[in-house]
């Protein structure tokens, strides 16, 4: 389980956040989930889903 201890903060053309917070919406999830999702996505895309066991590793 992710654990959620870290912020990030971003800037970000208001036009763009509202119109990202009513697509959200409409697929019933925060725009936190969403990005959190697209980062998720992002690592994997990356690196592969093997990212995961190395965080689960360096946490033991």
């Known amino acids: 389980m992710e654990q959620r201890t870290a ?34 996505d992002y690592i994997e895309e990356k690196i592969g889903p093997e990212w995961q066991s190395e965080l689960e590793d360096k946490s033991s």
Do not use: G, N, Y
Request: hydrophobic share 40%; proline share 6%; net charge positive.
């Open 7 to 40: 912020r990030l903060t971003l800037l970000i053309d208001p036009r763009k956040k509202a119109i990202f917070e009513k697509l959200c919406a409409q697929e019933d999830v925060t725009p936190s989930q969403k990005v959190r999702q697209f980062i998720r």
